[in-house]
């Protein structure tokens, strides 16, 4: 048993230690913490939280003892010893939620259950899923909701849809909207192209619209360049088009130097001339640099 000098177990008759006591075992428990020693500082963050549940760190205890429980279960290979540090992690963030459902660590303790939780359903405990479920819950303008979101695509992608995409067409918050876009945008999922068209056709928020696009580049397929260019023809602002001419150099095809090169001939605009000229000079492609070659020569 790690002891830490001042101190003494429960029940051993030698008296509870003093503040200054569960305050240096604390801060050297944080210096474990900052140094990735959760082996020593377990032990160390047990001792404050259960032995002396009273003390003005109980908090701050059980958030860390959960945080250095996880960390621990990522750096070892017994499978057993995983799933028993991730389930007393997860029991810690129960009794801290319980105890300070309002307190500074709320928010990390939300999302820290929900990581864990998400892992312990993948190693086949289905009973954590009600964590994840009651994630979602949460209020719709919450980080801790996209997080139960994104945890739930991998479980259960047909309950967890709907409901981003309804964040994404409804919620007030461009913030809310953008991060449920980049989780969204990480399915390899066909409705996830058609929803993106219909949020940089139709959002208000002109950052929003721009995501929308890089993303519909990243999808990389023949559809995506496809509705790309489409997109092209009826987008008006100067900013979003060099967004959409970015995005479709990003397809990396044969077919996107071709588009490219379509809208430099077409665009009379001088400034997204240069931008198609930019691009297809970081484009691969032999077509693009003959293209280029002539239009030097001219």
């Known amino acids: 048993m790690l002891m830490y000098a001042g101190f003494s177990p429960a029940g051993s008759g030698q008296g ?10 604390f801060t050297e428990a944080k210096k474990f913490v900052y140094s990735s020693d959760w082996q020593k500082a377990i032990p160390l963050f047990k001792k404050i939280s ?6 003005k760190w109980m908090d701050d205890s059980l958030y860390w003892l959960a945080f250095c429980m996880n960390r621990l279960s990522l750096e070892i290979d017994d499978l057993d010893h995983i799933l028993v540090l991730k389930e007393e992690a997860l029991k810690n963030l129960t009794l801290l939620k319980q105890r300070y459902p309002s307190g500074k660590w709320a928010g990390s303790a939300k999302l820290l259950t929900l990581e864990l939780a998400a892992e312990l359903v993948d190693k086949g405990l289905k009973k954590y899923k009600k964590y994840i479920t009651n994630g979602i819950k949460e209020d719709n303008a919450s980080e801790v909701k ?5 945890a739930l695509l991998h479980i259960d992608r047909e309950k967890a849809f709907p409901v981003l995409e309804k964040i994404i067409r409804e919620n007030k918050s461009p913030k809310m909207r953008e991060k449920a876009i980049f989780v969204l945008a990480q399915l390899d999922d066909p409705r996830v192209l058609p929803l993106l068209v219909k949020v940089a056709l139709t959002d ?8 929308a696009v890089f993303w519909m580049g990243q999808v990389g397929t023949m559809e995506s360049l496809k509705q790309l ?15 959409i001419i970015f995005s479709i150099a990003q397809t990396g095809s044969d077919n996107a130097v071709k588009e490219l090169i379509r809208i430099y001939r077409e665009e009379k605009n001088l400034e997204l001339k240069k931008t198609v000229i930019f691009w297809l000079g970081n484009c691969k492609s032999e077509k693009a640099q003959d293209f280029l070659l002539k239009i030097l020569q001219q």
């Open 16 to 25: 509870v230690p003093d503040e200054k006591e569960i305050a240096r075992t």
């Open 50 to 55: 259960r032995d002396f549940p009273e003390n």
């Open 146 to 150: 996209l997080a139960a979101l994104d």
């Open 204 to 211: 208000t928020d002109s950052s929003i619209k721009e995501k």
């Open 229 to 243: 260019v489409k997109l092209y023809k009826v987008t008006t602002g100067i900013e979003l088009k060099k967004k």
